[in-house]
């Protein structure tokens, strides 16, 4: 559904590339972007498309992407005489964005970004600041799918957000919710009970909704979303020692390449030299498998999550053949239910219901 979604929007972007409108002669250079948004899951690498019309190289000029939707002079991403310059950059979006280098000879002047996260979701503006004229600039939205936050946090969320209004003011502005559901959920009496109507109202709406709704979540309810930003990084770590330790066997036999993955963690200080070197000499990949779970053991979980990491970009296949892939999301879902337990309590309507019920059924017996 989830591809149906991203590639519907891409082929309506593709389609439809909207070229800015420019007043002053055809010879004017337009950038060009797309009009659908892109739509991205939380880990994926993403391009966000703009190229110059017509065709130029733009290695020579200033190149600016910025988020048009935060308060902030600062860049997503800045090339600046013929280098990118990080001085200037958001601190989230330090070592995530990259430009393409060969293409932009021919105009193109997409953005890369890695490692796509919640925070995001927004409006991304890809601008020439030399050229002076209209027609230079073009916005492309990206929507990240907030769908597991809201499933995992679901609880949490309906018991601590107390800013529900304000929330539910921002998704009607943006046409997101209608007029009565705002009415609906306003006249629910506590905020656990506004919080359950917005779910439901979430749960039948789509990706760009419960986008939104992070969104709104982060600006009303910053230290809630660190909490729980936080909560969920740690359970994610979890589930990478999880697998690592359960597929141990397996991962022994058929990891290929384990001397680039041993350079990696020395890269990041994990390992110490001395082991790095003692793999790189060892025999057969089981050898040297065999070392370097010596050394994640004694690592704990801070080096067997960042091995896990790696492994998923060198051999997601193998990850995901492994299982790894697929319960990752699904695993962390439940482990979150099974924390939270039965201790959930019904809501004023559920145990209204149920004494009417009782009282009926007293009546006829
Ligand atoms: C982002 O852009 C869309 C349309 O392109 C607009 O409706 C929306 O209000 C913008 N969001 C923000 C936060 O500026
Ligand atoms: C720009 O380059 C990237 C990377 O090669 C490519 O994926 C994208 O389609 C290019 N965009 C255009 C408009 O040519
Ligand atoms: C939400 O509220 C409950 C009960 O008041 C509390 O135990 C829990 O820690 C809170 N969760 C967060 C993430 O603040
Ligand atoms: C993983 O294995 C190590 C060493 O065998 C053990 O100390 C650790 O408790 C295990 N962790 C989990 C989450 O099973
Ligand atoms: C292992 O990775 C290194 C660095 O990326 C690469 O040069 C080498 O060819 C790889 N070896 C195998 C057997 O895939």
Not at 39 to 67: F, H, Q
Not at 73 to 78: A, G, Q
Not at 101 to 116: D, Q
């Amino acid at each position: 559904m989830k591809t149906i979604l991203a590639s519907a929007s891409l082929c309506f972007g593709i389609l439809f590339m909207c070229v800015s409108f420019s007043t002053t002669g055809s010879s004017q250079i337009q950038v060009v972007g797309q009009t659908g948004p892109v739509v991205a899951k939380e880990g994926d690498d993403i391009i966000l498309p703009c190229s110059l019309v017509p065709k130029g190289s733009v290695e020579d000029t200033i190149v600016e992407w910025t988020r048009s939707d935060l308060n902030t002079n600062k860049k997503v991403h800045l090339y600046k005489d013929g280098k990118d310059t990080v001085g200037d950059q958001i601190p989230g979006y330090m070592t995530r964005t990259s430009l393409f280098k060969e293409e932009m000879k021919t105009g193109n002047i997409s953005l890369k970004l890695s490692g796509v996260k919640l925070s995001d979701t927004g409006n991304y503006t890809c601008r020439l600041p030399k050229e002076n004229s209209q027609g230079t600039e073009t916005t492309i939205r990206l929507i990240v799918d907030a769908t597991t936050f809201l499933n995992i946090f679901r609880n949490d969320l309906i018991w601590n957000v107390t800013k529900v209004m304000p929330i539910v003011n921002g998704l009607l502005e943006t046409g997101l919710i209608q007029k009565k559901v705002k009415s609906m959920i306003s006249t629910a009496g506590t905020h656990q009970d506004q919080m359950r109507q917005l779910f439901q109202a979430l749960d039948e709406g789509d990706v760009e909704m419960k986008s939104a709704f992070y969104s709104l979540l982060c600006k009303h309810e910053p230290d809630l979303t660190g909490k729980l930003e936080k909560r969920k990084q740690q359970l994610e770590e979890q589930d990478a020692v999880d697998f690592v330790n359960s597929t141990r066997d397996d991962l022994i036999q058929k990891v290929t390449n384990v001397t680039l993955i041993a350079d990696r963690l020395l890269q990041k200080g994990l390992i110490l030299e001395e082991v790095y070197s003692g793999i790189s000499t060892a025999e057969s990949s089981q050898d040297q498998m065999i070392l370097l779970f010596h050394a994640l053991d004694e690592g704990g979980s801070e080096v067997k999550s960042a091995f896990y990491r790696i492994l998923l970009e060198h051999q997601p296949v193998l990850v995901q053949d492994l299982g790894g892939l697929l319960r990752n999301n699904r695993k962390l879902e439940q482990k979150i239910k099974d924390l939270q337990g039965g201790v959930f309590p019904w809501s004023r309507w559920e145990v209204a219901v149920l004494i009417i019920c009782l009282l009926a059924l007293l009546a006829v017996g």
